[in-house]
T-cell receptor, first 111, second 116 residues
Framework: QKEVEQDPGPLSVPEGAIVSLNCTYS??????FMWYRQYSRKGPELLMY????GNKEDGRFTAQVDKSSKYISLFIRDSQPSDSATYLC???????????FGGGTRLMVKP | GAVVSQHPSWVICKSGTSVKIECRSL??????MFWYRQFPKQSLMLMAT?????????EQGVEKDKFLINHASLTLSTLTVTSAHPEDSSFYIC????????????FGQGTRLTVV
């Protein structure tokens, strides 16, 4: 079993829809949670960074962490075609920056 | 956010030759940098942890003699793919962060290596 599980998709939604992306994990030691967006043939771009449980909002993006359920989510409101990309969740235990990644979910937002 | 620059963004080389990829932290010092490999439609696979001033730590299954890592300064790590073969063709990405407990990891733009 992988430490971090993420549905690979693809997830196809119409423009303007609310998108929900999720990851589950098995290691309760993870404390720092990140969401990255990766366009084809580009490096991942950090979208959201969250410590421990709770919600964090940044523009159209909201990240949620539920450590009791070992479940994290990224919500995208008013989705745009430019949001079409692969979204990777990542997490780490603590010191240093070694990340454990989910497999990525490919999102397609259709105009 | 912090900037990590990777060069080149793409390279084509002949089998048997070596290719060097650079990863630079532009606005912070990084004692640790990470090198990943990514196959099409797959997630990032950690290859090695690059430590400034000391030997890199390689993940299981990654050949140390094939993927040479040098982290000679606090802002530069290099990955050299030696005696490249077509199966080494992949997308290589580095990451680094300013360090400490509450900081994110930033990624370079990636390098697409094609070995012909």
């Amino acid at each position: 079993q992988k430490e971090v599980e993420q549905d690979p998709g693809p997830l196809s939604v119409p423009e303007g829809a609310i998108v929900s992306l999720n990851c589950t994990y098995s290691n309760s030691a993870f404390q720092y949670f990140m969401w990255y967006r990766q366009y084809s043939r580009k490096g991942p771009e950090l979208l959201m960074y969250t410590y421990s449980s709770g919600n964090k909002e940044d523009g159209r993006f909201t990240a949620q962490v539920d450590k009791s359920s070992k479940y994290i989510s990224l919500f995208i409101r008013d989705s745009q075609p430019s949001d079409s990309a692969t979204y990777l969740c990542a997490m780490r235990r603590g010191a240093g920056n070694m990340l454990t990644f989910g497999g990525g979910t490919r999102l397609m937002v259709k105009p | 956010g912090a900037v990590v620059s990777q060069h080149p963004s793409w390279v084509i080389c002949k089998s048997g030759t070596s290719v060097k990829i650079e990863c630079r932290s532009l606005d912070f010092q990084a004692t640790t940098m990470f090198w990943y490999r990514q196959f099409p439609k797959q997630s990032l696979m950690l290859m090695a942890t690059s430590n400034e001033g000391s030997k890199a730590t390689y993940e299981q299954g990654v050949e140390k003699d094939k993927f040479l890592i040098n982290h000679a300064s606090l802002t530069l790590s290099t990955l050299t793919v030696t005696s490249a073969h077509p199966e080494d063709s992949s997308f290589y990405i580095c990451s680094a962060g300013p360090g400490g407990m509450n900081t994110e990891a930033f990624f370079g733009q990636g390098t697409r290596l094609t070995v012909v």
